[in-house]
């Protein structure tokens, strides 16, 4: 009798630790997949940001302009518009465009181009019109080991 006593809490203990198990996995799923669809909802936002930036209509703003990056002391020190840096990102210098302006930088060598975004004041050198993030600099020269190109800027009419 004990022993069937004994096997019986067994039985309902080893049922109840199983179905808590099984109610916390289904839970970790169902956190997962809510964390997976936010992160899709995000990279949607992000795309739907780059097209408007890409389909807008770009207005011309200056040809043969002389581009250079910047150097990678900067990476993490703030803007003058009061961001933080990363040379990771799609950000420009200008001298004169306002802050959170998006410019389209176009190599007038080999046609490439990307859409930035003037967060900082710059360059203080009298020949060079733009500086550029180094990413946006590298995915558009033609020459990996120059440190400057000519461009043409268009800024985006919205």
């Not at 997976?36 to 995000?42: H, P």
């Not at 200056?62 to 799609?90: L, M, Q, V």
């Not at 900082?120 to 990413?135: Q, T």
Request: net charge positive; glycine share 6%.
């Amino acid at each position: 009798m004990k022993k069937s006593i004994t096997l019986f809490f067994l039985l309902v203990i080893s049922c109840a630790v199983y179905s808590q198990s099984s109610v916390r996995q289904k839970t970790l799923v169902q956190k997962d997949s809510i964390k997976k669809s936010k992160m899709a909802i995000e990279i949607e936002e992000k795309k739907l940001d780059s097209l408007v930036a890409v389909l807008g209509v770009f207005k011309p703003f200056k040809k043969a302009a002389h581009a250079s990056y910047y150097a990678d002391k900067f990476n993490g020190r703030r803007t003058t518009s009061g961001t933080k840096f990363d040379n990771n990102k799609y950000t420009a210098a200008h001298k004169k465009l306002p802050f959170g302006t998006k410019v389209r930088v176009t190599n007038e060598k080999n046609g490439k181009w990307v859409v930035v975004e003037i967060t900082d004041r710059g360059p203080f050198v009298k020949s060079r019109e733009i500086d550029l993030s180094k990413r946006a600099f590298m995915d558009i020269t033609s020459n990996r080991g120059s440190g400057g190109m000519l461009v043409t800027i268009e800024v985006l009419n919205k």
